[in-house]
């Protein structure tokens, strides 16, 4: 292949990414950023990075975001990339995945990941998804970029 051809291969490839990509960081002091996908807001799928991604994000973050599809569907989400700070309990740097509209104890929590293994895919028991990532005052990574859709059922549908 020649070099033109492979690198607008590349070129096309990254514009089509960027394209996708809908959603930034999330609010990470104070507020959680809404994507809410029942009023025609936001596509019916769509991507979350951590900020400065595929750069080192800062430290000491907290970005919380609330996934919302319309009612009756579901949100699956799944981690595409994934370099956090590793430690056996994810302890330091983290990105956690809610069922339901929070992180409070009353909401079931369907993943926490650090390091660099993708998780499973994980889905909502409803309409509601809540993911957080937190960083500590040391050792960064490139962070994450996780995709979500709305869907009719768990079954993919």
């Known amino acids: 292949m020649n070099m033109v051809f492979v690198q607008g291969l590349i070129l096309t490839a990254l514009a089509f990414l960027l394209a996708e990509v809908q959603v930034t960081a999330g609010q990470c002091i104070g507020s959680v950023k809404v994507i809410n996908m029942t009023y025609g807001q ?55 995945i809610y069922d339901g509209s929070s992180d409070s104890y009353f909401n079931k929590r369907l993943t926490k990941a650090c390091g660099n293994s993708l998780t499973q895919p994980v889905y909502s028991s409803d309409r509601y998804i809540y993911m957080r990532f937190q960083s500590d005052g040391s050792n960064q990574g490139e962070g994450f970029l996780a995709r979500y859709k709305a869907l009719n059922d768990s079954s993919g549908g």
Not at 44 to 70: E, F, H, V
């Open 42 to 96: 936001s596509a019916q799928s769509g991507s979350i990075y951590s900020p400065n991604y595929p750069l080192n994000y800062g430290t000491n973050m907290d970005c919380k975001w609330r996934i919302i599809a319309p009612s009756g569907q579901k949100v699956l989400i799944y981690f595409t990339g994934l370099d956090l700070e590793y430690n056996s309990d994810c302890g330091f740097d983290s990105v956690q």
